[in-house]
């Protein structure tokens, strides 16, 4: 994965990079090495991302407008999908 994919695909999640420092764990300046010092993006990086955008739309599909079809456990765990994973988190102590 290059920077201007990581890039890409942190804005198709309306994301920033500490965003994902926050959702995946890894320090705040991880991704400042991997742009200024070179350090290689780990391969599993482009695997969570795209993962993150297959779920963004299929929550996009599925969920406006909701159909009849679409009613029950479906949406709930599509709700509680995009709850967990899609949503970026908050630092500590932010509400």
């Known amino acids: ?6 890039d890409a695909a942190l804005a198709s999640l309306d994301w920033k990079a500490v965003d994902f420092c926050r959702a995946t764990g890894l320090h705040r300046n991880t991704p400042s ?3 200024n010092e070179g350090v ?3 391969a599993w990086v482009p695997q969570h991302l795209g993962l993150l955008l297959d779920l ?3 929550h996009a599909a599925h969920a406006v407008p909701t159909s009849p079809k679409s009613e029950g456990w479906f949406m709930q ?3 509680r999908l995009h709850a967990a994973y899609l949503v970026p988190p908050r630092a ?3 509400e």
């Open 1 to 6: 994965m290059t920077l201007e994919e990581f």
């Open 33 to 35: 090495r991997w742009r």
């Open 40 to 42: 290689p993006i780990p």
């Open 56 to 58: 963004k739309r299929l």
């Open 77 to 79: 765990d599509l709700e």
């Open 92 to 94: 500590m102590g932010e």
